[in-house]
């Protein structure tokens, strides 16, 4: 991942480090008759995207906030590429967190508190 990323510093915004990997979405539409399903944008850097797919799908299984996060996309009808493409989003955000801050991964700041 490190050698990939290169310096964080480079970075203003882990949206912006999730752009570099192609791990934004992006819709397919054309005037007003098309309306295609949203997908990975892919224009980006490709052995990041296979360096967190497995990773991702692990996190998914594992961890009880990820987790969460998922089965809360499925309610909301997503498939399960859908997931495992936002999973790696949010797991792309969770590294930027750790390399900039400097801190060891907390689970309890992974999802938002619910009121």
């Known amino acids: 991942m490190l050698a990939e990323i290169g310096s964080i510093e480079h970075f203003t915004s882990a949206r912006q480090l999730a752009a570099f990997a192609g791990l934004t979405p992006q819709e397919h539409t054309s005037g007003t008759s098309v309306q295609g399903k949203t997908r990975l944008c ?24 990820a987790r969460a996060f998922g089965e809360r996309l499925l309610a909301a009808g997503k498939a399960k590429m859908q997931v495992i493409g936002a999973l790696m989003h949010k797991l792309m955000r969770v590294i930027y967190g750790i390399l900039k801050s400097g801190k060891p991964f907390d689970p309890g700041k992974l999802l938002p508190r619910s009121s």
Do not use: S, V
């Open 42 to 65: 892919k224009i980006g850097n490709r052995r990041l995207r296979k360096a967190l797919y497995f990773p991702a799908l692990t996190w998914w299984r594992r961890c009880p906030q």
